[in-house]
């Protein structure tokens, strides 16, 4: 299988693997036992904190582990709203974020929460106005995700933080795509919150963090234990954590190789994909992290071509995971303007460090042959492939 698939999930680098064994097998104590098998435990997590810190740009104590990527997000938009109390409270959110950060507002909004949502220009970039003309006085929290995860449009994160936190607003975004893709300076960059996840990076499933600035409150989702500083309560995924220490490390000490090798890949995929005709990429005119290309072809249902690219061997991808099952366009598409037939058109392709060149070739090939058959189709029926 040619998987270009990778803004959906990673492979597991086999030194990450290699990395979490021990804490799967002997080394199992709870870290919070103070015998010598908790404490062993705890101080590899303790490094897994520093190693996931070092790699956006933080201090350690300011990350808090999480189970997911989403429940990162959850912790950001439900702590921080609810440290002073729902009543009265407005949050700002972008109309294109991950799922998330989208439902959990949804269920702010149900518990009294005002919530805003603002729609990015037709090349997929918000445009940092259109965010501040959307405060209130009694806004408490703004969430943009920085790199979103269907096109791969990089939001203009530190311009809104710098402008927020002249505001004394609190300011969240989701990392979850731009974490090793990005030169991340937490520290620097003047958001209060940021979500992460590890297996977008080649890590374990099941762990993510979000790092949070120094004295910033939150409310913990998760109560029950002191774990976290008393920020999420549970046992920690010694195993996962660990993973995700790991993962991180590689990717700080050899992003610059990688980033090179998927730049090279992202040029000769858009290329190929550029030949085939009726191409129409989205995102791309704006500053893009490289490595997702989110294209559609004129008359060809973007369904009908993941299946029959599936059949040729090739794992790609509607957009978000979370939301595959879903019968609805993609949201992040129809918020750029597109009607539902063109959303429903869109197909994503992403690649990750172990992609090939064996792997670009033959997804060009297989979508220029299943355009081809699928266009036939259509023209024999009347209508647009299904």
Aim: charged share 20%; aromatic share 4%; hydrophobic share 45%.
């Amino acid at each position: 299988m040619h998987y270009l698939d990778h803004a959906a999930t990673t492979p597991l680098d086999p030194r990450v693997k290699d990395a979490m064994l021990p804490y799967l097998d002997h080394a199992f104590g709870n870290p919070s036992s103070i015998h010598r098998l908790g404490q062993e435990a705890k101080r590899a997590v303790e490094t897994a904190r520093r190693q996931v810190a070092e790699l956006v740009g933080a201090k350690a104590p300011e990350v808090i582990f999480t189970g997911s990527g989403t429940e990162a997000d959850n912790l950001a938009l439900f702590g921080l709203t609810e440290a002073d109390g729902l009543q009265g409270a407005h949050i700002v959110i972008s109309a294109i974020e991950h799922h998330a950060v989208l439902h959990a507002a949804d269920r702010l909004e149900r518990l009294g929460a005002s919530v805003c949502r603002v729609g990015p220009e037709r090349d997929g970039r918000l445009s940092v106005d259109a965010v501040l003309a959307a405060l209130r006085p009694n806004t408490r929290l703004v969430s943009v995700m920085w790199v979103n995860n269907e096109t791969g449009v990089v939001q203009p994160i530190a311009e809104l933080a710098a402008a927020l936190r002249q505001r004394h607003i609190l300011f969240h975004t989701d990392a979850v795509q731009a974490a090793g893709h990005l030169t991340i300076r937490f520290s620097d960059l003047g958001v209060d919150a940021l979500s992460l996840s590890a297996h977008k990076l080649s890590g374990p499933k099941g762990v993510g963090a979000l790092v949070l600035r120094g004295g910033v409150p939150v409310d913990p989702l998760l109560v029950g234990g002191a774990q976290e500083r008393s920020r999420r309560a549970g046992t920690e995924n010694v195993a996962g954590i660990v993973g995700f220490g790991q993962a991180a490390a590689l990717w700080g000490s050899e992003q610059s190789t990688r980033q090179s090798h998927l730049e090279e890949l992202a040029r000769r995929l858009r290329q190929g994909l550029a030949t085939i005709p009726g191409a129409l990429f989205h995102g791309a005119t704006a500053e893009n992290v490289g490595h997702i290309v989110n294209v559609r072809f004129a008359d060809v249902d973007g369904e009908a071509l993941l299946l029959n690219l599936d059949l040729a061997g090739v794992a790609a991808s509607s957009g978000s995971a979370c939301t595959s099952g879903s019968l609805d366009p993609s949201h992040v598409l129809m918020a750029m303007g597109m009607d539902r037939q063109e959303a429903a058109g869109a197909v994503r392709f992403s690649l990750g460090v172990a992609s090939t060149e064996q792997d670009v070739a033959a997804a060009i090939t297989a979508t220029a042959q299943a355009v081809e058959r699928l266009r036939h189709l259509a023209t024999s029926t009347g209508e647009v492939s299904r």
